[in-house]
T-cell receptor, first 106, second 121 residues
Framework: GIQVEQSPPDLILQEGANSTLRCNFS?????LQWFHQNPWGQLINLFY???GTKQNGRLSATTVATERYSLLYISSSQTTDSGVYFC????????FGAGTTVTVRA | EAGVTQFPSHSVIEKGQTVTLRCDPI?????LYWYRRVMGKEIKFLLH????????ESGMPNNRFLAERTGGTYSTLKVQPAELEDSGVYFC???????????????????FGPGTRLTVL
């Protein structure tokens, strides 16, 4: 399967700060999803973004398919943004990165 | 619309016992997937059903794991006998279409259930 690399592995933010999470893929993917795992362990869909840019509130994502990477932007971070963020790409089945653990401090 | 549901949310069993996990996909989703995350490792694909048929079971770790989806609705994942290394979180996901099936507009988006945390002592 494809290899998925996420960076940084850990991120500590002060409330109100902006941040960028990155996801690199070893091969082209047909589907790319970003997830947020909340403190209760649930995987929440953030974006389905095989290419281009999407925005949802304070979150936005950009995928550059030709260069095999995707970025997740968090603006004006809040404590509720804390948790682990995963990206996952599909050639056929989802291959997950190791995740970025985000901690937002008040 | 109800999301993907999983039962139980948490299971604690002893080594050698049997456990059965259940997943109810989103209504109308033919595609059902099982994934798991064992401690400290990445979320890994286990298998994929299209309706009641196993499309891909290449991620199943060994023959102690048995997945079924009779009738193409809910699915069960049985671990028998459970070993210590089976501890982790088991996720189920469903999608309307799967990549390569000709779906478009995000219909192959996989929606995840809350997971079942399995602890084998």
């Amino acid at each position: 399967g494809i290899q998925v690399e996420q960076s940084p592995p850990d991120l500590i933010l002060q409330e109100g700060a902006n941040s960028t999470l990155r996801c690199n893929f070893s091969d082209s993917v047909n589907n790319l999803q970003w997830f947020h795992q909340n403190p209760w362990g649930q995987l929440i869909n953030l974006f389905y973004i095989p290419s281009g840019t999407k925005q949802n509130g304070r979150l936005s994502a950009t995928t550059v398919a030709t260069e095999r990477y995707s970025l997740l932007y968090i603006s004006s971070s809040q404590t509720t943004d804390s948790g682990v963020y995963f990206c996952a790409g599909t050639v056929y089945k989802l291959s997950f990165g190791a995740g970025t653990t985000v901690t937002v401090r008040a | 619309e109800a999301g993907v549901t999983q039962f139980p949310s948490h299971s604690v069993i002893e080594k050698g016992q049997t456990v059965t996990l259940r997943c109810d996909p989103i209504s109308g989703h033919d595609n059902l997937y099982w994934y798991r995350r064992v401690m400290g490792k990445e979320i890994k694909f286990l298998l994929h059903f299209v309706k009641e048929s196993k499309q891909d079971e290449s991620g199943m770790p060994n023959n102690r794991f048995l997945a079924e989806r009779t009738g193409g609705t809910y699915s069960t994942l049985k671990v028998q006998p459970a070993e210590l290394e089976d501890s982790g979180v088991y996720f189920c996901a469903s999608s309307q279409d799967f990549v390569g099936s000709g779906g478009s507009g995000g219909t192959d988006t996989q929606y995840f259930g809350p997971g079942t945390r399995l602890t084998v002592l």
